[in-house]
């Protein structure tokens, strides 16, 4: 036998994987939290319920809820404010105590109120406090004019009478109204009704001067006082 040469076998190609690293590739940063925004605080919220970080406390949503109510009761301009109480305030005469829109005073304070803010219900609440002060005031005085009245004795409207009907004879009765206005006092009282017993005679509550001693009998303080000055004028 013949040999025969050997046919070369074809080597087939393994591809050769190359080696992976034995350290892991790092996994992806998480992404960046946006910074939250700074929290607003509504306008006219008191510095009781804000937090300059952590923004509105939560006492202050009912507060919140309050100033809404008031800027929605609040009228557009000054001229619209409802010069009324929340309920009837009585005087001292018994008539119910009212409020005039076109009083300098209003007229100064409305404009005020409305640029502060103030409610068409607020406005209510401080005419209310401020009636009740008049009113108070009011009776005081009224309890102020009846004692010195009573100081006068009973016949005090008789004695008034006579002095301002001797003064009106004299300058007038709108001068005589203006000088008796200012009297605050009996004692005032006293001194303008010794002024004029030269010209009227004794006070009506004196005793005819041909009685001297009977002049003073049963008169006190300024009753006295009167008649002692109208004996000496005499």
């Given amino acids: 036998m013949t040999d025969q040469a050997a046919t070369p076998v074809a080597e087939t190609a393994v591809p050769v994987t190359p080696p992976t690293s034995i350290v892991s590739a790092p996994e992806p940063a998480p992404a960046a939290e946006a910074t939250p925004a700074a929290p607003v605080r509504p306008e006219g919220l008191p510095d009781a319920y804000w937090d300059d970080a952590a923004g509105i406390k ?8 309050e100033i809404e109510a008031a800027a929605a009761d609040r009228p557009a301009s000054p001229v619209d404010y409802k010069l009324e109480l929340p309920e ?20 100064a304070v409305l404009p005020a109120l409305h640029e502060a803010g103030v409610s068409q ?23 102020f004019i009846a ?11 008789k004695r008034t009478g006579a002095v301002f009907q001797t003064v009106s004879a004299k300058i007038g009765g709108e ?17 303008l009704e010794a002024l ?29 006082l009167a008649a002692i000055r109208a004996r000496k004028a005499a």
């Fill in 58 to 65: 939560p006492e202050a949503y009912a507060k919140l809820a």
């Fill in 88 to 107: 009837p305030v009585l005087g001292p005469n018994g008539q119910p105590v009212q409020f005039d829109a076109n009083d300098p005073l209003a007229q």
């Fill in 121 to 143: 219900a607020g406005l209510s609440k401080i005419l209310a406090a401020f009636a009740h002060v008049e009113v108070e005031g009011a009776k005081a005085q009224a309890q």
């Fill in 147 to 157: 004692a010195e009245q009573a100081k006068l004795g009973a016949e005090h409207a």
């Fill in 175 to 191: 001068k005589a109204q203006a000088l008796m206005n200012v009297l605050g006092t009996a004692d005032a009282f006293v001194a």
């Fill in 196 to 224: 004029t017993q030269g010209l009227t005679g004794p006070a009506i509550s004196a005793a005819p001067p041909s009685d001297p001693g009977a002049a003073f009998e049963g008169l006190t303080g300024a009753d006295a």
